[in-house]
């Protein structure tokens, strides 16, 4: 099967006051046709900045380098104006803060109606007809009334499927969710999760979905990257990966999450804090926090090993990782 | 199971609203100011040495209850006692040595912390605000809390800016940790911080809970870290608890269906198994207009008659765990449904 998305090599750097700063370095992944993959890390390991990458939604200041192929095109080479044709069109994107990605000033009708005018060639009552369509698809009754509100009349879970709505109604073919339910109470975050998952099914979607949150990842996800300071440090299988830790960075973060019967323990932590992207330390960026860590992961950068087919990590020590076993797998 | 029945702490009926100011027309009109029904009849023992866990989504009241507890609120009905004694009622020394004893931390380790003294300054004045030792022992004082929630003795003299979120954290608690409470109350102490940084804190927090012999109410809508956590959980809706028990108890055998709704939406750490319940319908009503009968009626997948003109009450099947639920009284069908 060939990959729906291709991203190889993909760097970012942005440029500050105190030079560059690289906030995504060297990230390569691909998503299957149909497939949820999990982008996972803590705040400031550059998964947003690698999904706003992919479509070069970001400020001036950013370099983007590498390749993401997309239907046998290249998004980050491509100009300025074919792009737009993909953006909110094939490939659309649904945002962390459903109400300031929405127009406060806007019906939701007229929001939606801007993209169906930009990437479809319905006409005005064709229009009106898919935008209902589209507000039930997302599981907002009542459409003919709620097309007429403003973002303010809908509480966040709401928002979060207008927005949604506005990205489903150029049919896209990959969706691309940064942390969709993070601002949502938990019932609300279930009710948006299974709405993209259903989605996902009908309209034969690929998602790339980014969180903080294992729990989502293991609920949501088909497969996963893990990302630390910049970079993929461990990829594979959602299962496998759950199953097998092969980087010490996963297995830390799997063993910081609380589970059943564990009660009042002490948690798996990891010691220190995620480095600033402008002091990334040498070698493994993980190895001041990482407890197998030995003299040549202060010397230099581990590439991407294969575990197995579906499976990789990029750390010298996967061996002993691997042996001090996973802390969710004994269940 | 550990005896621990001696009652610290406890919430009497305790109702809150926040009333909005009356508009021109209400005044014109002579219509009552509206207000939100953050607390509606919240009762509970807190039993000293225990961890009480307090969760809810977000506008069920929990953090409301915490700073009632503290009495950075007063309640409109309702009374919170400690030993015995209506806080309310505590004035001058006796206030103080109330405030001394609970503890509050909170959420958001940005603004909690004053930008411009130095963490000496943050720790110093809490000491002289409840004169707890001679100005002399103040800087061997500060020391020990430093070293008791393990930062480094130069931290004394850096500024909030200059630590990590985790780090501004362990600041609140050795703030709450220098007048020596009994009870300490954190709102939502860790969901500001990264995962890794999470279970730092709460490693920290079970290991100064042993060392100091403390109390804890731990607010928190983070299921997992609560259960983790707590002795006991009480599950909020809409300003009400609507079930109170042993913790794994309430986790495997929850007896209110709102319960058993959250544990079915929060995400399993365990990709094989993988929520197949429908999504509960449906959002928290509006805390200015409550449904009358039980609070839960406009979601629950159970709710019959009664449920739309009773408020069912806080009851014991048995005496560790209590749910308010009409449905307790049929022998809970949604039991059922449980995968065990």
């Not at chain 1, 509100?149 to 927005?163: A, E, I, K």
């Not at chain 2, 928190?220 to 599950?235: K, Y």
């Not at chain 2, 794994?248 to 319940?277: G, N």
Request: glycine letters at 6%.
């Amino acid at each position: 099967m060939t990959p729906a998305l291709e991203v190889s090599h993909l760097t970012t750097q942005f440029t500050s006051g105190s030079g560059k700063v690289t906030a995504v370095d060297d990230v390569s992944f691909a998503v299957m046709p149909g497939q949820v993959l999990g982008l996972v890390g803590e705040s400031g390991s550059g998964k947003s900045v690698t999904l706003r990458s992919l479509l070069r939604l970001l400020p001036r200041t950013a370099q983007i380098e590498g390749r993401v192929i997309w239907q046998g095109q290249d998004l980050i080479g491509m100009s300025e104006k074919q792009l737009r044709s993909v953006r909110g069109g094939d490939i659309s994107m649904i945002f962390q803060e459903p109400m300031t990605a929405l127009n406060p000033v806007l019906p939701v009708w007229l929001q939606i109606d801007e993209n169906l005018r930009t990437h479809t060639s319905l006409s005005a009552s064709e229009r009106v007809a898919r935008a209902r369509e589209l507000m039930d698809l997302v599981g907002i009754s009542d459409a003919p009334r709620r097309l007429l509100q403003y973002p303010h009349q809908f509480s966040g879970g709401m928002r979060q499927r207008v927005m949604i709505a506005i990205a489903l109604a150029s049919n896209p073919k990959l969706l691309l969710a940064d942390e969709p339910t993070t601002a949502l109470d938990v019932t609300i975050q279930d009710q948006i999760l299974k709405l993209i998952l259903s989605l996902r099914d009908k309209l034969a979607m690929s998602v790339v979905l980014v969180t903080h949150d294992l729990g989502v990842v293991a609920t949501t996800c088909d497969h996963m990257a893990v990302m630390y300071a910049g970079r993929i440090v461990e990829t594979g299988a959602v299962s496998s990966v759950f199953a097998q830790p092969s980087h010490a960075y996963t297995r830390g973060l799997l063993g910081s999450v609380p589970r059943a019967g564990t009660q009042r323990s002490q948690l798996l932590s990891i010691e220190g804090t995620p480095p600033s992207l402008s002091a990334i330390p040498k070698g493994c960026s993980f190895h001041p926090r990482c407890e197998f860590a030995t003299d040549i992961c202060r010397r230099s950068t581990p590439a991407m090993l294969p575990q197995s087919a579906t499976h990789a990590a990029a750390c010298f020590h996967s061996d002993r990782v691997i042996a001090a076993g996973s802390p969710v797998g004994a269940q | 199971m550990m005896e621990r029945r001696e009652i610290l702490l406890s919430a009497e009926n305790v109702s809150k609203n926040f009333a909005f100011p009356r508009s021109l027309t209400q005044r014109l009109t002579g219509k009552p100011a509206v207000a939100v029904h953050a607390l509606n009849g919240v009762s509970f023992d807190l039993h000293r040495g225990e961890t009480l866990g307090i969760v809810g989504e977000s506008g069920c009241g929990k953090s409301t209850l915490a700073r009632c507890l503290v009495r950075l609120h007063d309640c409109d009905e309702g009374r919170i006692m400690f030993e015995g004694r209506d806080v309310a009622a505590l004035k001058g020394t006796e206030r103080r040595q109330f405030n001394a004893r609970v503890q509050m931390i909170f959420q958001d380790p940005y603004s909690s912390l004053n930008p411009r003294m130095r963490v000496r300054q943050i720790l110093a004045e809490a000491l002289g605000v409840h004169k707890m030792k001679p100005k002399a022992q103040i800087p061997a004082r500060i020391a020990e809390l430093l070293d008791l929630v393990r930062l480094p003795a130069d931290a004394a003299d850096k500024y909030p800016h200059e630590f990590s979120g985790g780090q501004r954290q362990r600041i609140g608690i050795a703030r709450a940790l220098a007048v020596e409470p009994e009870v300490l109350v954190a709102d939502e102490l860790v969901s500001a911080l990264d995962v890794s940084v999470q279970a730092q804190v709460v490693n920290l927090l079970l290991q100064l809970q042993e060392q100091l012999h403390l109390t804890v109410v731990f607010v928190a809508h983070d299921l997992r870290l609560v259960r983790h956590i707590s002795h006991r959980v009480a599950v909020m809706y809409l300003g009400k608890i609507v079930e109170l028990g042993q913790t794994e108890a309430l986790f495997t055998a929850p007896r209110h269906p709102y319960t058993k709704v959250l544990l079915d939406a929060a995400p399993e750490l365990d990709p094989a198994r993988r929520s197949k319940t429908v999504a509960v319908k449906g959002e928290l009503p509006s805390p200015v207009n409550l449904p009358t009968g039980c609070l839960f009626n406009t979601r629950c997948p159970h709710a019959f008659n009664r449920c739309f003109t009773d408020r069912p009450v806080l009851t014991a099947r048995d005496p560790d765990h209590l749910a308010a639920c009409h449905l307790t009284d049929f022998g809970l069908p949604f039991q059922n449904e449980l995968t065990a």
